[in-house]
């Protein structure tokens, strides 16, 4: 039926019915964009946990490869300090021998006045 031969009542319910169909329609282009823009962000989101985990894997490996570098180093130092008190004990022996020789040199000297 044309709108012109619609009663007042029938007018309304038909205008009421077209708007709902426009308010429908704009709802719907409304819920499509942002299914646009929630999948967008999921992309966003899902790149930028692959980036930091990728980061956090080269952190973690450097950390791993430095602590196994200080616990050589360590290590090495331990057996510096052991190195360093052999080579202590030496030079006290060697002191004390060269303290005999001098003792022995200032006899001799001492004898031959």
């Given at each position: 039926?044309?709108?012109?031969?619609?009663?007042?009542?029938?007018?309304?319910?038909?205008?009421?019915?077209?708007?709902?169909?426009?308010?429908?329609?704009?709802?719907?282009?409304?819920?499509?964009?942002?299914?646009?823009?929630?999948?967008?962000?999921?992309?966003?989101?899902?790149?930028?946990?692959?980036?930091?985990?990728?980061?956090?894997?080269?952190?973690?490996?450097?950390?791993?490869?430095?602590?196994?570098?200080?616990?050589?180093?360590?290590?090495?130092?331990?057996?510096?300090?052991?190195?360093i008190k052999d080579?202590?004990?030496?030079?006290?022996?060697?002191?004390?021998?060269?303290?005999?020789?001098?003792?022995?040199?200032?006899?001799?000297?001492?004898?031959?006045?």
């Amino acid at each position: 039926m044309p709108v012109a031969e619609l009663s007042r009542d029938d007018t309304i319910a038909h205008y009421n019915a077209v708007m709902i169909e426009e308010l429908r329609s704009s709802q719907k282009a409304v819920i499509e964009h942002v299914d646009i823009k929630i999948d967008a962000l999921d992309r966003k989101l899902e790149n930028f946990r692959s980036e930091v985990n990728n980061r956090f894997d080269i952190v973690e490996a450097a950390i791993k490869y430095n602590s196994m570098n200080i616990k050589e180093l360590q290590a090495q130092m331990r057996e510096a300090g052991g190195n360093i008190k052999d080579l202590q004990t030496s030079m006290m022996r060697v002191e004390g021998r060269l303290d005999d020789h001098e003792d022995r040199i200032a006899t001799l000297e001492g004898s031959q006045v």
